[in-house]
């Protein structure tokens, strides 16, 4: 039988005390350990894209990287943390969802949802386990919680990656959004080093008549952008004469930060990391549809 990916948790964590593992590494470990037979290792998504185990030690990986259990090292792989080892020091008999839910970290991954749509529930992020929830309401909270767990993953990848490949995702995504037409030569400034306080330009119509000024800060998610590189930023534009203005970065701003964008008074479009990865699904940056699921319901005229 497939174990479910909570049940994995442990058994994930466990092995991540071998030192760095990839993840494909892990998951034939797992099958192992589990004796799963060549038709459940086999056994596919309804989407038939992907394998149900792969699928679940990946959610049972996410969900032990959101708690700060483990990290990603480097591309593909990961390791138990210090707060890893003493989880498994106190020897839980399972770790799971409520396990995770003591870390701060997982809490406000949980957390981290869309806003509510007209006419949703205030409750409905607990739509999964409360039996009074519409079937309407769990399918919207399922996808919330896909984009979150997504969306967190997203920013973890681009803040480990190497400076320019930030810069080249910010390309495909400005282009991907309808920036400088078709071609990348349009963002042919973004990726070579500041200019002036100017990280890139790219054209916002196929003559570059119109450009829009970037500035990119690949950061820790500690560390806030703050109000001196807002003015900084500023006075870069004011310096090239440019009207608008694009503040991209992996973290957050602080409060200070948004209001000096504000009283400035310039156009200063500022893009955190959370809206960021939001944007990446929007457009499919580093992501890409695995399945479409259609809903459908009576249509009453036909038996009107």
Not at 51 to 73: E, M
Not at 82 to 110: C, H, K, T, Y
Not at 214 to 225: D, F, G, L, S, T
Request: proline content about 4%; some cysteine.
């Amino acid at each position: 039988m497939i174990p479910d990916y909570q049940t994995l948790m442990l058994p994930l964590l466990q092995i991540a005390q071998e030192g760095e593992l990839s993840t494909r590494d892990a998951i034939e470990k797992l099958a192992t350990t589990y004796e799963l037979t060549d038709e459940e290792r086999e056994n596919l998504l309804p989407s038939g894209k992907q394998r149900t185990f792969d699928n679940r030690v990946n959610w049972a990986k996410s969900y032990l990287k959101q708690a700060g259990l483990i990290r990603y090292p480097s591309r593909g792989a990961f390791v138990i943390t210090d707060a890893g080892r003493r989880v498994l020091a106190g020897n839980p008999a399972r770790i799971d969802a409520a396990f995770l839910r003591q870390f701060p970290s997982f809490l406000e991954f949980q957390n981290r949802r869309t806003s509510p749509t007209a006419g949703q529930s205030a409750t409905a992020s607990t739509a999964i386990e409360d039996e009074s929830a519409t079937p309407d309401e769990i399918i919207r909270t399922t996808y919330e919680r896909l984009n979150a767990a997504l969306a967190a993953d997203l920013l973890d990848r681009v803040r480990d990656a190497t400076p320019q490949f930030f810069e080249e995702l910010l390309i495909e995504l400005l282009l991907a959004m309808g920036y400088g037409g078709s071609s990348e030569d349009a963002a042919r400034a973004i990726g070579q080093s500041g200019d002036g306080g100017v990280d890139g330009v790219i054209d916002q119509d196929p003559l570059g008549i119109d450009q829009l000024y970037v500035q990119a800060k690949r950061y820790a998610e500690a560390n806030a952008v703050g109000p001196g590189q807002i003015r900084d930023f500023f006075g870069a534009l004011n310096i090239k004469k440019a009207q608008k203005g694009l503040f991209v970065t992996t973290s957050t701003f602080t409060a200070s930060a948004v209001q000096t964008a504000k009283d400035l008074g310039m156009r200063i479009v500022l893009i955190d990391g959370q809206q960021l990865a939001k944007l990446m699904i929007r457009y499919n940056i580093g992501c890409r549809d695995e399945d479409v699921l259609h809903i459908k319901k009576v249509d009453e005229e036909f038996f009107g």
